[in-house]
């Protein structure tokens, strides 16, 4: 598609917040306006900020045992319950000594300090710099040309954000026009464009791993991107691959692609590429072990810290870091540090995460930037490896005081943070925008034309440019842009696919589906009325009568659900509910549908309800992001669905001989109230399809899709099932609680593996409306093995360098005749009195780790992603209808020992490693081919540091499920 093209499929629109959210059509009679625009306007000088109160002091870091990371997670003691109290004085002196302790207890977590389980993590310093990868030579080298000419101010302004609301995107930097560096507007999230209008609503990350489909991850990545560049969005706040989902409860589960590392990482890296592909920088997040929303961050849930993840560091690199390694050899622009802490150092002031990982193991080239408000230090976390803090606020939303901005700048210039970090900082994000050709002015105009054309905070047409500050001067923020598309460009068309591929068919007793639109079933002579009876029950079949847009970001759970809620939520342009589909499908002339869109049972049922031919029921399970909740819900606490959705399920059932059941979930849910009742004939599971919902579903229902979706997550027949490691922790042990993730490598299918749990639906099931055999297995070395990746290269390039000199302090005061803004962050000083105060450097700062022999390249060591084993086999559409399979290859290593230590390693029975779907008419073959690299073929051992290729056979098994692996051989 040409610019013109895109251009051209754009129109201008009114959308009035507050009123209900037009239908695709309607945009249409909607036009511009000749108002002021803000396009119009001057660039706004970049500005100043009070001088914030206190000094200079970021908080000194947690003492750390020097290059020393304790692996394995330490026991926390239970707490003894007493039973000595038996009297009745007793009880009721006890009851008033108890509850004026519980009335103190909340307080005394406040002034006992911050106790952890011992873990920690380790100091690696200093900050690697980045253009040392050839994919990024040509972008580095521009970058240090400009950043060469920048002031120290103009660093500071692009790499802190202006304040949250200060301008128009969720994320704002301020520019350095004096060298041609536009502001940058970064804006959520994984499904779309938050706070946008006339923008895609696609489904949900957790969908798309459900298709298993490769080419849907790419062009939904391409759409995002599209959407993303013509709204005039610099940077994407997405993709989410944390959580990765250890608890299937976990409230954000839903904006990634499911628990196993490789599918995550696959659909992750793919998603990057499309969103790259059209100029936007896409951002990995949220970096790492952000797993749960309850104590996600501090004071968000009354405590004052955050929650500690602690995890061994095998794991860290099997599970968690797998998908940011996938994005990072994806080349991805950005990522975001998370709010949680990790083994007990907060995310974004993690030096082993940051520069250690990250930077020097994933050679990552582009720019760290913090999530909102997870920066928890100043110095520390610039010398760890933040490069850009977001929104720019400090530890306390829009008061001004950000802990960068001018306390960064006073930083830089008396002496605590080295110059050539904050040029680095500069560097990577310059380098970034280069990387992916922002520097276009045909795809990029700058202002006054370029820039972001909506606004986060308003839906009328004309109104403030600072939303919040005491500056009143407004102008046109919302042009109204429409993105989605049209004709058969209309990105709904790809939604709707991609809805239909991620429905999980897991059940379908005598093929009762697909359906006919005629009923087809019953004869018509033995029809009532000579109609085909059609029931469609539950709330979740229809609309939100008040609006789809009304609760937000979504944190409500009303009508049918398509998203689940918070940043990673955004308004939909419009949602066909499954009742509108299903009604314009069935061929009303043979088939009457009766509907109760409800989950109430209280009235005339079943004279008015009972005795359908048919009956579809829908119901559905949700959950989001922690700032907000509904009905007491963020993480789910439990997986059953959600409104009495079972004992709706039920009462269908038990009226109704042919059943069918549909599920919109965040996320796995319990189906044993109902899954094995006579009359419960198929069940969908259709995850969280987005705005096509009902036309998704009703592609699967009535077949003129094959049902191809297979399961990213197991269905467990309870909660328990997924074991410890699989429970959200709700109450919390300690004023920086502490989550250990003892379960290591074992979650979701490798728990129920490993246990021999026999779950309801496994990992990587579900049913097609046809057959297929699987056959032929062939496995070719295509390298021989050898325990370690080859070592690693020199750095070939030098990153760019520039001279060091500190600024004279007096080029960083204030200028005369500047307004302050109320809340916004600036880069300025006070005065120029700058005391040189080098104190708070964090311990180890000098330790110069040593590099990573597990790196090198962009995502590792280039050497860990040579092709090693290709797999091959034959795929026959044994059936009499077109369909899609998904190949499922799994490696499972074989017993042995640690190269280093000796001891023995434990291994999951099997994990996936690679996978591909594939199209076939009846009757036809093909052969579908895997390969196999070395780090598929690794284990990370502590001891060496490294990827390691255990000795002796590595069994390859390949087939339709985690559980269904007919064929098998050796590497
Ligand atoms: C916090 C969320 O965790 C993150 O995902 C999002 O991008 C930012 N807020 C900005 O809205």
């Given at each position: 598609m040409t610019r013109q093209d895109e251009l051209a499929s754009s129109r201008e629109g009114l959308l009035r917040y507050g009123e209900d959210t037009p239908t695709r059509d309607s945009f249409d009679n909607y036009s511009s306006s000749s108002e002021l625009d803000l396009h119009e306007l001057e660039p706004l000088e970049d500005t100043t900020s009070p001088r914030p109160r206190g000094g200079w002091s970021p908080?000194?870091?947690?003492?750390?045992?020097?290059?020393?990371?304790?692996?394995?997670?330490?026991?926390?003691?239970?707490?003894?319950?007493?039973?000595?109290?038996?009297?009745?004085?007793?009880?009721?002196?006890?009851?008033?000594?108890?509850?004026?302790?519980?009335?103190?207890?909340p307080m005394a977590f406040w002034l006992v300090p911050g106790k952890g389980s011992g873990i920690t993590s380790p100091p690696v310093y200093p900050s690697p710099k980045g253009g040392t990868l050839s994919q990024w030579e040509q972008s580095y080298e521009k970058a240090a040309a400009m950043v060469g000419k920048m002031s120290l101010i103009e660093k500071v302004n692009i790499t802190t954000g202006t304040g949250w609301a200060q301008d128009l995107c969720v994320g704002n930097t301020a520019p350095a026009y004096n060298v041609g560096f536009p502001p940058l507007c970064l804006q959520d999230g994984p499904l779309g464009i938050r706070f946008a209008d006339h923008a895609t609503a696609w489904p949900a990350g957790i969908t798309v791993g459900a298709t298993w489909n490769k080419d849907l991850m790419y062009k939904r990545g391409r759409g995002l991107g599209l959407e993303h560049r013509l709204k005039g969005v610099n940077v994407w706040l997405g993709p989410s691959m944390g959580p990765l989902g250890r608890m299937p409860g976990g409230g954000r589960n839903w904006e990634g692609f499911g628990p196993d590392p490789v599918l995550q990482g696959i659909a992750a890296a793919l998603t990057i590429k499309g969103v790259q592909d059209e100029g936007v920088i896409a951002t990995a997040k949220h970096y790492i072990a952000n797993e749960q929303e309850h104590f996600r961050q501090a004071w968000e849930w009354i405590l004052p810290n955050a929650i500690s993840s602690n995890i061994d560091d095998r794991t860290m690199h099997e599970i968690y870091l797998w998908p940011f390694a996938d994005s990072v050899r994806a080349g991805v622009g950005s990522v975001m540090c998370s709010y949680n802490m990790v083994n007990n150092s907060y995310a974004c002031g993690n030096s082993k995460l940051m520069n250690g990982i990250l930077k020097d193991e994933l050679g990552f080239q582009g720019f760290v930037q913090s999530d909102w408000l997870a920066q928890r230090s100043g110095v520390a976390s610039s010398l760890a490896g933040l490069d850009m803090t977001m929104p720019g606020d400090g530890l306390v939303w829009q008061d001004g005081n950000s802990l960068w901005g001018s306390k960064l700048t006073e930083g830089v210039l008396n002496g605590s943070v080295p110059m050539d970090r904050v040029n680095d900082m500069a560097t990577r994000v310059v380098a970034a925008w280069y990387q992916f050709g922002q520097d276009d002015q045909a795809k990029w105009p700058a202002l006054p034309k370029g820039g972001p054309n909506f606004s986060s905070f308003s839906k009328n047409k004309v109104d403030k440019i600072h939303p919040y500050s005491d500056d009143d001067t407004t102008a046109v923020v919302n042009h109204f842009k429409d993105v989605q598309g049209e004709g058969d460009r209309f990105h709904g068309r790809l939604a709707q696919q991609i809805a239909a591929e991620g429905t999980v068919l897991v059940k379908n007793v005598d093929n009762i589906l697909p359906l006919d639109p005629k009923g087809g079933l019953v004869p018509r002579n033995l029809r009532r009325d000579g109609k085909y009876r059609v029931g469609v029950f539950g709330e979740d079949a229809g609309s939100n009568p008040e609006g789809n847009n009304i609760c937000p970001d979504r944190s409500c759970n009303v009508g049918t659900l398509a998203s689940g809620w918070g940043?990673?939520?955004?308004?939909?342009?419009?949602?066909?509910?499954?009742?509108?589909?299903?009604?314009?499908?069935?061929?009303?002339?043979?088939?009457?549908?009766?509907?109760?869109?409800?989950?109430?049972?209280?009235?005339?049922?079943?004279?008015?309800?009972?005795?359908?031919?048919?009956?579809?029921?829908?119901?559905?399970?949700?959950?989001?992001?922690?700032?907000?909740?509904?009905?007491?819900?963020?993480?789910?606490?439990?997986?059953?669905?959600?409104?009495?959705?079972?004992?709706?399920?039920?009462?269908?059932?038990?009226?109704?001989?042919?059943?069918?059941?549909?599920?919109?979930?965040?996320?796995?849910?319990?189906?044993e109230r109902w899954i094995e009742l006579p009359n419960i004939k198929a069940v969908l599971l259709a995850n969280l399809p987005g705005e096509e919902s009902g036309n998704a579903l009703a592609d699967v229902l009535f077949g003129r899709v094959d049902a191809s979706g297979r399961l990213p997550y197991t269905v467990g027949k309870s909660l328990k099932d997924y074991g410890p490691g699989g429970q959200v922790m709700t109450k919390p042990n300690g004023p920086s609680p502490q989550q250990n993730f003892d379960e290591g490598l074992f979650i979701d299918y490798r728990y129920f593996d490993k246990h021999n749990i026999k779950p309801r639906y496994e990992f990587g099931f579900g049913l097609s409306y046809t057959t297929f055999t699987i056959s032929k297995l062939n496995i070719t070395t295509l390298k021989p093995k050898s325990p370690l990746p080859s070592p690693r290269l020199d750095q070939s390039l030098m990153p760019p360098a520039y001279p060091t000199t500190i600024p004279d302090p007096s080029s960083a005061v204030f200028p005369a005749g500047?307004?302050?803004?109320?809340?916004?962050?600036?880069?300025?000083?006070?005065?120029?009195?700058?005391?040189?105060?080098?104190?708070?450097?964090?311990?180890?700062?000098?330790?110069?780790?040593?590099?990573?022999?597990?790196?090198?390249?962009?995502?590792?060591?280039?050497?860990?992603?040579?092709?090693?084993?290709?797999?091959?086999?034959?795929?026959?559409?044994?059936?009499?209808?077109?369909?899609?399979?998904?190949?499922?290859?799994?490696?499972?290593?074989?017993?042995?020992?640690?190269?280093?230590?000796?001891?023995?390693?434990?291994?999951?029975?099997?994990?996936?490693?690679?996978?591909?779907?594939?199209?076939?008419?009846?009757?036809?073959?093909?052969?579908?081919?895997?390969?196999?690299?070395?780090?598929?073929?690794?284990?990370?051992?502590?001891?060496?540091?490294n990827w390691v290729m255990p000795d002796g056979e590595v069994t390859v098994s390949v087939g339709s499920s985690s559980r269904d692996l007919p064929l098998s051989g050796v590497y």
């Open positions: 908080k000194k870091k947690k003492k750390s045992k020097k290059g020393k990371e304790k692996e394995g997670p330490q026991p926390i003691k239970p707490k003894r319950r007493g039973g000595w109290c038996r009297t009745r004085n007793c009880v009721i002196v006890g009851t008033i000594l108890t509850g004026g302790l519980l009335t103190l207890l940043s990673g939520a955004v308004d939909f342009p419009f949602l066909v509910p499954p009742v509108e589909a299903l009604e314009s499908t069935f061929d009303l002339t043979a088939v009457e549908i009766t509907k109760s869109l409800t989950n109430d049972l209280s009235t005339n049922w079943p004279d008015v309800h009972g005795q359908q031919d048919l009956c579809l029921v829908l119901i559905n399970s949700d959950a989001g992001e922690g700032y907000l909740s509904w009905n007491g819900v963020t993480d789910r606490t439990d997986l059953h669905p959600q409104k009495d959705g079972d004992t709706l399920v039920k009462r269908v059932q038990d009226n109704c001989a042919q059943t069918i059941v549909v599920v919109h979930a965040v996320g796995p849910v319990i189906l500047l307004r302050r803004l109320k809340g916004r962050i600036y880069p300025y000083l006070n005065s120029a009195a700058i005391r040189e105060d080098t104190s708070h450097y964090p311990d180890g700062w000098d330790n110069h780790s040593h590099l990573s022999p597990a790196g090198g390249g962009e995502g590792g060591n280039p050497s860990l992603y040579d092709e090693h084993a290709l797999v091959a086999v034959s795929v026959t559409n044994t059936g009499i209808r077109p369909g899609k399979q998904v190949v499922q290859v799994y490696v499972s290593f074989h017993e042995t020992t640690d190269v280093s230590t000796g001891k023995m390693i434990d291994f999951p029975v099997r994990v996936l490693r690679g996978f591909e779907k594939v199209e076939l008419r009846a009757g036809d073959t093909k052969t579908v081919e895997t390969r196999l690299t070395r780090k598929d073929l690794s284990y990370w051992s502590v001891g060496r540091q």
